[in-house]
């Protein structure tokens, strides 16, 4: 994504990510054949540390004085829809401004705003914007991190784009660039990001609210979405949640597994709602499959999902297209996947 501070342009090796005192990063070595090759990869959390030592301790793992970009998180910023104002390209991204205006959760004055195309523009279909609106002040706090730390911060990017950027990379690998392909993303406890892509570009991104220690639930004993099918207009969520009865058991245990049951159920839902939302709005680009992640447990969420949606689901595995990834810690892996996203975007892009 191209915003208005953007400085020149470095061939950089190195992704950030600044949030609620937590810093990722993915420092990366690029081949000969444009693949990279990982070097480091790690979390630090700032916790009681003044900015001083918490500067202090980044300098300590080698990363002052690169050339950098930045992703936010989704707690960073919105990622608005809207309908493409009938204005010349140059003039869009102040329509949107004034069209956002009601959209975004601060006053309009307070937000730093870009835009991009959805889709492709190849495609029968709507013609709407994307629109990302990131307060000041996180985007102050990611200039100041870079400034203490001597970087050349030549791109502030989002997690949505660089979601984009893995599938498209894996969909190219498998010569299917031109097909829509899904991606849903896990890497912390709060959401799934869903993405759909086809020719490199954005169509469709959804977030999903997880339900509490849903990375430790177990996932297979929902009731089967699939096999009911969800008709056209979106059906209350109640409709497709099982009804319990209580059996004559009134154990904590019991209601626990019950709530949980339900809890995942809705995930189901909404992940299903989502792909039904797809067929009705691109009906000419049937999704070719989804790709999801959710750190160790991958496969599984692969094969409930496929299961639970009648969908090609697959495990998004990385490790061919960034050497090293497999020797990093599993948590860092997990929190910083998005990261390497980033690594793959290019200045053709549009955003």
């Known amino acids: 994504m191209r915003w208005p501070w953007k400085r020149k342009s470095s061939q950089d090796q190195l992704v950030v990510s600044w949030s609620a005192g937590t810093f990722a990063f993915v420092r990366a070595r690029a081949g000969a054949d444009g693949v990279f090759a ?39 910023y919105q990622l608005l829809q809207i309908d493409a104002p009938p204005v010349a390209p ?27 195309q959805v889709g492709d523009g190849q495609q029968k279909g709507p013609n709407n914007l994307f629109v990302v609106a ?3 002040e996180v985007v102050r706090e990611v200039i100041a991190l870079g400034d203490a730390l001597n970087w050349e911060i030549s791109v502030i990017d989002i997690q949505e784009t660089a979601q984009r950027n893995l599938q498209s990379a894996l969909a190219q690998q498998d010569g299917r660039l031109e097909r829509a392909d899904a991606a849903l993303l896990i890497t912390d406890e709060l959401q799934a990001v869903l993405t ?7 169509f469709f991104t959804r977030r999903l609210d997880l339900p509490q220690g849903f990375l430790g639930m177990q996932w297979g004993s929902t009731h089967d979405v699939a096999a009911e099918g969800i008709p056209d207009g979106f059906t209350p969520v109640s409709e497709y949640v099982p009804e319990y009865a209580g059996g004559g058991s009134n154990s904590a245990a019991t209601s626990s597994d019950q709530g949980d049951a339900e809890r995942i ?5 909404e992940v299903q709602r989502s792909l039904d ?33 009648g969908q090609t689901v697959s495990a998004m595995n990385l490790g061919a297209s960034f050497p090293g ?15 390497l996203g980033v690594l793959l975007r290019t200045e053709s892009r549009k955003l």
């Not at 990982?38 to 301790?57: H, N, P, T, Y």
């Not at 759909?196 to 954005?202: D, V």
């Not at 159920?265 to 839902?269: H, L």
């Not at 992640?293 to 299961?307: D, F, Q």
């Open 90 to 116: 140059e003039e869009l991204r102040a329509a949107a401004r004034f069209q956002i205006r009601e959209m975004v959760n601060v006053h309009i004055d307070d937000i730093t705003l870009d835009v991009m």
């Open 325 to 339: 990834l497999d020797t990093m810690a599993l948590a860092d892996q997990t929190y910083c996947l998005p990261l």
């Open 196 to 202: 759909i892509s086809a020719n490199e570009e954005l």
């Open 265 to 269: 159920q809705r995930f189901v839902v």
């Open 277 to 309: 939302l797809w067929d009705r709005t691109w009906s000419s680009m049937p999704l070719g499959g989804l790709r999801v992640y959710a750190g160790e447990r991958s496969p599984e969420l692969a094969t409930w999902l496929s299961r639970e949606l």
């Open 38 to 76: 990982l070097q480091q990869m790690g979390i630090e959390r700032q916790g009681a540390d003044s900015k001083e030592d918490f500067v202090r301790r980044l300098q300590a793992l080698g990363l002052k004085g690169l050339a950098a970009h930045s992703m936010l998180r989704p707690e960073q």
């Open 134 to 136: 990131a307060k000041n």
